[in-house]
């Protein structure tokens, strides 16, 4: 079993940034895929962006040139550098690791952007 606990949302202007952490309870570096995903209100939750055990990324077309992925596995904290935030990225942001076979998911930060 491993725990998740995502931290670092909060309330910010757009064009700001914030910088989401997803910490975890077990070693992230056998994790063969880990993830921050999104949900906004009355929305499904989508995926912003991934990162693989080798270290490959792959974005959302929305948060591509903006967002970036990046995790540190002597830390076993994931993280989510938003940058030029718009009010359309309003949402929960959860954090996603996959050991295979199991999935694991955090409890959710908040994020919300004004305009």
């Known amino acids: 079993q491993v725990r998740l606990v995502e931290s670092g949302g909060g309330l910010v202007q757009a064009g700001g940034s914030l910088r989401l952490s997803c910490a975890a309870s077990?070693?992230?570096?056998?994790?063969?895929?880990m993830g921050w995903y999104r949900q906004g209100p009355g929305k499904q939750r989508d995926l912003v962006a991934t990162?693989?055990?080798?270290?490959?990324?792959n974005y959302a077309d929305s948060v591509k040139g903006r967002f970036t992925i990046s995790k540190d596995n002597a830390k076993n904290t994931m993280y989510l550098q938003m940058d030029t935030l718009k009010p359309e990225d309003t949402a929960d942001y959860y954090c996603?690791?996959?050991?295979?076979?199991?999935?694991?998911w955090g409890q959710g930060t908040q994020v919300t952007v004004s305009s």
């Open positions: 996603n690791a996959f050991f295979r076979p199991n999935n694991y």
């Open positions: 077990g070693s992230i570096s056998r994790a063969n895929n």
């Open positions: 990162i693989t055990i080798t270290g490959s990324t």
